[in-house]
């Protein structure tokens, strides 16, 4: 069932001589930009790179960098997460996620309130869904490195409630590479 | 003469024993009466129904609400309007703008106090919000719809009130109306009954009661409903007995609470706040003139002076009561002729607060019935904070009526039994439950097929088996399947030979056309490929409650799941690959308002972000050229939706789900007794819901793209890398980066010359 119906290996010697032996046109190789962003999916902590590009086939163009895409809270969100930080400061945590819960009705998109909700859980004791509630994010903050940083620096923390220092430590240094 | 002495002494002394003896009985029964009225009065407990609450409204600077969307909210609250909004739960409209005075509130996490504000809209959303203070407001909660409750099976339900929140007009028209003397009577009026006797007598039948409120209050809460000699006696008795321990203004405001004031179908509307709700959808405090004189109209005969069913009886009868109000003084004839002029005001049962919601309440009962007993919920006073969004609940009833009527008036000879149908729709980020149909007549309790009904949910399973693929690495969108005959030998030694809806077959096809054609051999060989453990592995894991069988079967959907757990499996393809338990309950708070439980969004990781992402756009394309394109006509221009029709063998079960950005809806339309329909997902449930997806105003599915993927352009019939200028019916998929596609002759993207890339970003 596979898409590759020349054999890629031999693609990769002699190019010409496959083409002429497919009689089809060479594969399409999909571009890479031309930074590569680690795995937003983060369903798993180890990284997964890309095969390295065989020299033979020709490239297209590397597609340029990403534009950068902070979110940002609206008003609505801002005074949601200031009461709510308030609330957990009086350790009242329900309350606390209550009032976050309130802003991701109005803002389910936005990673920014899903960490909020993962700090209030990382509080409250809920280690588990405190990195649930990271991941979350994660998958939301596309072309977002400093949210993505800070997803990952609670992912880190969750780990490292529970013990589990070193996928803790590889959190970290997610957290730590995607801030640059 | 001796002998009659004797005898006369005989009875005497006999008769003043028996007297003695009745005597003793007597106070004997009357010191038991004593013990009921105060030890079931003292503490006064009327079993309280839990209530519910519909999930608030929230307003906020770029809420999408004109100024008309917005009062047509308050008027759903039952606000009022007036030209100078001072009290809680009134507003003024000007233009675009809106003043309102919102009313206090206990939610689950604090007491809102009533307060001014004043909102701004400009065009279809709000500008601004301020205070009294013309302080900004950036976020505001309006009190919350009570959509229903959950009361016991004999069905007394009722709304509290303490006596500041009840209008002073009440207990005076009370008076006027039923009791001139019970400031100061002692439980019994002997002259208003024998003023009743001689009524009824010169009539001919019971026109007049002669029973003072206290005895009225005695009989709904202490006795039964028949009418017999002793049981008047018992009722005099009880009623000087409560006035001997208790002040009048108590026994007043237990009336208010006690008294019977209308059927709404197997519930009895009881206590004038519950009234007030059911009849106006509004609380007592806010009541009017002519709304308080209705009320008290309908104290003699709740359903002889119903005003949705007897208006022009209800209506005579107000505006006597308006009249008597007059004539004695409680409010000015002016006043009265005013109010008397007005109409009933009474809102539609099942339009505002009156109504309920059974097949909703049901899932909110049964969430609540693993945490609390029976008798909590139906008597301690819970309250209970749901997630149904009522506008988005009618436009789903709605949505489901009419299109089966429609079904039902095409067909040729008319049908044995009437098509049913379940809507259930969510929030798919936080899982909440917002909206449920579980059955045609929404407003009938009965079976509840949302919850119960398990249907096979034929080709709904496509989307799982897609998911497998790409997640086993081997599959991507444009990876080739071969749609042709095929026999599978299965455990017991038979064959199956799985066919498609056309009875035709494809050849080689790409994954993205099979699912949108939603082609079976190309399925089947696309699951055995992955591997049955695998597929069945993937339902377990998005959140289906059982694992299917591994049988080949499944793959076309021999599986049989009730349409909130087909909510539950799409959900988490709405969400990205993340599982959130459904929600219909947010909170409860007891019946003092303090906080008892909450059920907090949790959400988990259970499928790859970027394998959901391809799959999700390959239903994407299912609404843009398969089996879903039927909706397009009714959706508006531009909404990006994905979803998948079902139809489960011999057209038993009509299916569809599908998803915005902001709404999942799922919809099943069939047979109560499993018989063939003739409709497919398509003509069907894919209508019932692109009008309800049009009708609710929701947002385009724009996930973020995952990071690792890219998209290319393929032709939709062969899957070839193809230039959009050169190929035929080409879309755009996307890929993991890195993937290497065949190409189209003589359409390469990165042909001779400047690449299609370099096209586009120059």
């Known amino acids: 069932m596979s898409v590759k119906r020349c054999s890629s290996a031999a693609a990769l010697l002699a190019v010409l001589l496959v083409l002429g032996a497919c009689a089809v046109p060479q594969p399409y190789r999909v571009p890479s930009p031309a930074t590569t962003p680690t795995s937003p999916s983060g369903s798993s902590p180890t990284t997964t790179t890309p095969a390295p590009t065989p020299e033979a086939i020709p490239e297209p163009t590397p597609l340029p960098a990403p534009v950068v895409k902070e979110p940002t809270l609206s008003s609505a969100s801002r005074a949601l997460v200031a009461q709510a930080q308030s609330q957990a400061a009086a350790k009242n945590f329900p309350v606390a996620a209550a009032s976050i819960e309130r802003a991701l009705r109005i803002e389910p998109d936005n990673p920014l309130l899903w960490i909020e909700l993962g700090k209030v859980r990382q509080e409250e004791g809920n280690y588990v869904q405190a990195e649930n509630m990271a991941r979350k994010a994660l998958s939301m903050s596309i072309n977002a490195p400093r949210t993505q940083s800070t997803a990952w620096k609670l992912i880190a923390d969750s780990y490292r409630a529970r013990g589990k220092n070193v996928e803790a430590q590889d959190a970290q240094r997610r957290s730590e590479g995607v801030s640059r | ?762």
């Not at chain 2, 919000?129 to 950036?138: C, F, G, I, L, T």
């Not at chain 2, 009361?151 to 303490?162: K, N, S, T, W, Y």
């Not at chain 2, 009791?179 to 007049?208: C, P, S, Y």
């Not at chain 2, 497998?468 to 064959?495: H, R, T, W």
């Open chain 2, 1 to 762: 003469m001796k002998k009659l002495s004797k005898l006369t002494k005989r009875i005497l002394i006999g008769a003043s024993l028996a007297f003695g003896v009745g005597l003793i009985a007597l106070l004997a029964w009357i010191w038991h009466l004593d013990g009921i009225v105060t030890k079931q009065f003292e503490g006064r407990r009327w079993t309280l129904p839990a209530q519910v609450y519909a999930e608030p409204l929230e307003l906020y600077v770029g809420q999408t609400f004109g100024a008309d969307t917005l009062e047509q909210e308050l008027r759903r609250l039952g606000y009022r309007r007036v030209d100078d909004p001072t009290l809680a739960g009134s507003y003024r409209r000007r233009g675009t703008r809106i003043d309102l005075v919102s009313r206090k509130f206990q939610f689950w996490d604090s007491l809102q106090e009533s307060q001014q504000l004043t909102i701004t809209t400009s065009g279809t959303a709000i500008a601004s919000m301020s205070d009294a203070q013309n302080a900004e407001v950036p976020v505001f909660r309006l009190d919350p719809l009570l959509i229903g409750s959950i009361f016991p099976l004999h069905g007394e339900d009722r709304v509290i009130v303490a006596p500041d929140e009840v209008p002073a007009l009440l207990p005076a028209a009370l008076k006027v109306v039923e009791d001139r003397k019970f400031d100061t009577h002692h439980g019994v009026d002997v002259v208003a009954i024998l003023r009743a006797i001689v009524a009824n007598a010169r009539a001919g039948q019971i026109e007049q009661g002669g029973s003072t409120l206290t005895q009225q209050l005695v009989k709904s809460y202490f006795l039964d409903n028949r009418r017999t000699i002793g049981r008047k006696i018992e009722e005099a008795f009880m009623a000087m007995l409560l006035e001997i321990h208790f002040e009048k203004p108590d026994l007043m405001n237990a009336y208010i609470n006690e008294i019977y004031l209308g059927q709404d179908g197997a519930r009895a509307v009881h206590g004038f706040g519950l009234a007030s709700q059911f009849y106006f959808g509004k609380p007592l405090a806010e009541l009017q003139l002519h709304e308080v004189a209705l009320l008290v109209a309908m104290v003699r005969g709740p359903s002889y002076y119903d005003p949705r069913r007897h208006a022009d009886r209800a209506r005579a009868r107000r505006d006597r009561i308006l009249k008597l109000m007059a004539e004695y003084g409680i409010v000015e004839a002016r006043a009265a002729t005013v109010a008397a002029a007005k109409p009933l005001g009474t809102v539609m049962s099942g339009s505002s607060s009156g109504s309920y919601y059974p097949a909703f309440l049901d899932l909110v009962r049964r969430t609540l019935q693993r945490d609390y007993r029976e008798e909590d919920l139906t008597e301690a006073g819970l309250k209970i904070f749901s997630t149904l969004n009522p506008p988005v609940q009618n436009q789903a009833e709605k949505a489901l009526a009419q299109e089966l009527d429609r079904l039902e008036k095409a067909r040729k000879k008319p049908a044995p039994q009437k098509l049913e149908g379940v809507v259930v729709v969510t929030a798919p980020q936080n899982g909440e439950v917002i909206a449920m149909v579980g059955g045609r007549q929404a407003g009938f309790a009965g079976f509840n097929r949302a919850l119960d009904s398990r249907r096979s949910i034929g080709s709904l399973v496509k989307p799982v088996v897609y998911l497998a693929a790409v997640q086993s690495g081997k599959f991507n969108a444009a990876s080739i399947v071969e749609d042709a005959p095929m026999e599978v030998k299965l455990a017991n030694g038979q064959l199956w030979k799985p066919k498609n809806y056309t009875e035709d077959f494809a050849g080689p096809v790409p994954l993205v056309r099979a699912l949108s054609q939603s082609l079976n051999l190309a399925t089947v060989n696309l699951g055995l490929a992955v591997g049955l453990p695998e597929v069945t592995k993937e339902f377990k894991a998005l959140g289906l409650k059982e694992e299917p069988p591994q049988l080949p079967s499944v793959l076309l959907g021999a599986v049989d799941v009730a349409p909130i757990d087909v909510a539950q499996l799409y959900n988490a393809f709405a969400n990205g690959g993340f599982n959130t338990p459904l929600r219909a309950v947010r909170s409860v708070l007891d019946g003092d308002g303090k906080p008892l439980k909450s059920f907090a969004l949790e959400v988990t990781p259970v499928a790859e972000s970027a394998a959901v992402y391809q799959v999700n756009q390959m239903m994407v394309q299912v609404m843009e050229r398969g089996t879903g394109r039927g909706a397009r006509a009714l959706l508006p221009s531009g909404l990006v939706v994905a979803g998948k029709s079902g139809t489960s063998s011999d057209y038993r079960d009509s299916w569809f789900a599908g998803f915005s950005g902001t709404h999942l809806g799922v919809v099943w339309i069939g047979y109560d007794n499993n018989t063939p329909t003739g409709l497919t997902g398509s003509s069907g449930s894919l209508q019932v819901w692109a009008r309800l997806m049009s009708a609710i105003g929701t947002t385009s599915w724009n996930a973020a793209q995952p990071e690792t993927l890219q998209p290319v352009t393929v032709e939709f019939q062969t899957g070839l890398v193809a230039r959009p200028d050169c190929g035929q019916e080409v879309l755009t998929i996307v890929v993991p980066q890195g993937t290497e596609l065949p190409q189209k002759p003589g359409c390469e993207l990165n042909g001779p010359g400047r690449s299609w890339w370099d096209r586009l970003i120059h």
